[in-house]
């Protein structure tokens, strides 16, 4: 391929809406408009625990690439296969996009976190270089054995937006929630919380695919009834990203009850809207929020979260307009998309040279 031609293997078709996805595609995106030629491979199979669908697919897609070729693979493809990864380490430039460790996935025993653990420290260590969506993503890869000259951290980008407006005059305060319903975003812990504060006045909206672990999704809607609030919190499924910031447009306070987050982009998009924001300080979010936009409570801390959101909420509290004062001020110096793609091409070119 030529000096600025670039080979990507994402799990599955790229436009997916999480924040995983989105990242890879604005980054393809990106590259493309700096004038890069890039490939897109979308492989077949399960992940991250692969099949061998997922195994025959890696190993042909990576087979069939000319010597030479600079290559990104999506962590979630690459961290539990090592073997394809290995075979031709020799005769490309691989490189890996990692969101974050699959070790650090919630619900895991602890022989699948070693699992995970062992395959992707080696598959890391055939990779030329490592980029990371967080500083702390790649202060992280230290304990897999990355050293830090191999790894570049290029942030999500956001685009400038309007501050929140929130619910019409007269209406509740909306709570927003973006995210996979999936055991790692907390949405049981968001439900416990919410049940403790019903003597309020508000409305939740959970916005993400419930399709990705269906039982975990079944079970945070059987406790959402079994608590009362089947006519308050409502699951919409995914929306693109203009149904995003039409939601965020709309919201009064951000509320995330993720366990860990690599970075947290819907958290970065809740900042760009001047939102307050209520989560955890799971991984990188604490990095991500700063303490003037928001209140962070220890992960699975159900009470806390009630607590933070009760405060958020009471009608006489002047914190949440503070909070979205510091929110919108920490927006500012996010970067756009563009700035993320100028980082990320100049962080591949380093890497892969």
Not at 34 to 55: C, K, N
Not at 94 to 117: M, N, Q
Not at 231 to 259: C, K, N, P, T
Request: with cysteine; charged share 20%; net charge negative.
């Amino acid at each position: 391929m030529t000096p600025d031609g670039l080979h990507v293997v994402v799990p599955g078709p790229l436009d997916q809406l999480t924040g995983g996805y989105v990242y890879d595609a604005r980054m393809v995106a990106g590259l493309r408009e700096l004038g890069w030629r890039v490939q897109v491979h979308s492989l077949a199979g399960r992940f991250p625990e692969p099949d061998e669908t997922a195994r025959d697919a890696m190993n042909a897609t990576l087979g069939s690439l000319p010597d030479g070729s600079r290559v990104l693979i999506d962590g979630l493809a690459m961290g539990g296969l090592p073997d394809p990864v290995e075979a031709h380490a020799d005769r490309l430039r691989i490189l890996s996009l990692v969101h974050h460790p699959l070790a650090e996935e919630t619900g895991l025993s602890d022989a699948e976190r070693l699992s995970f653990s062992d395959r992707e420290r080696r598959a890391l260590r055939s990779c030329v270089g490592v980029l990371v969506s967080s500083d702390f993503t790649a202060r992280v890869l230290d304990l897999y054995g990355v050293a830090a000259s191999r790894i570049k951290a290029v942030l999500p980008g956001t685009e400038p937006a309007p501050p929140a407006e929130g619910p019409r005059p007269g209406e509740p305060p909306v709570l927003l929630c973006v995210a996979s319903v999936t055991p790692r975003k907390g949405h049981d812990v968001l439900v416990h919380a919410l049940e403790r504060v019903s003597d309020l006045t508000w409305k939740c909206v959970c916005a993400g695919g419930l399709d990705r672990d269906p039982e975990y999704a079944r079970s945070v809607l059987r406790s959402v009834a079994e608590a009362g609030l089947a006519g308050r919190v409502e699951f919409i499924g995914e929306r693109d990203a203009e149904g995003l910031a039409h939601l965020y447009h709309g919201a009064s306070v951000f509320a995330l009850a993720s366990h860990y987050e690599g970075y947290g982009m819907a958290l970065g998009e809740a900042l760009a809207h001047g939102l307050p924001v209520v989560s955890t300080t799971g991984g990188a979010i604490p990095f991500t929020v700063p303490a003037d936009a928001g209140i962070l409570v220890s992960p699975g801390d159900a009470a806390g979260f009630a607590e933070a959101l009760r405060t958020l909420l009471s009608p006489h509290t002047t914190l949440r307009a503070r909070l979205a004062s510091g929110a919108r001020r920490h927006a500012e110096a996010l970067p756009t998309w563009r700035e993320s793609a100028e980082a990320f091409a100049a962080a591949i070119e380093e890497l892969a040279r």
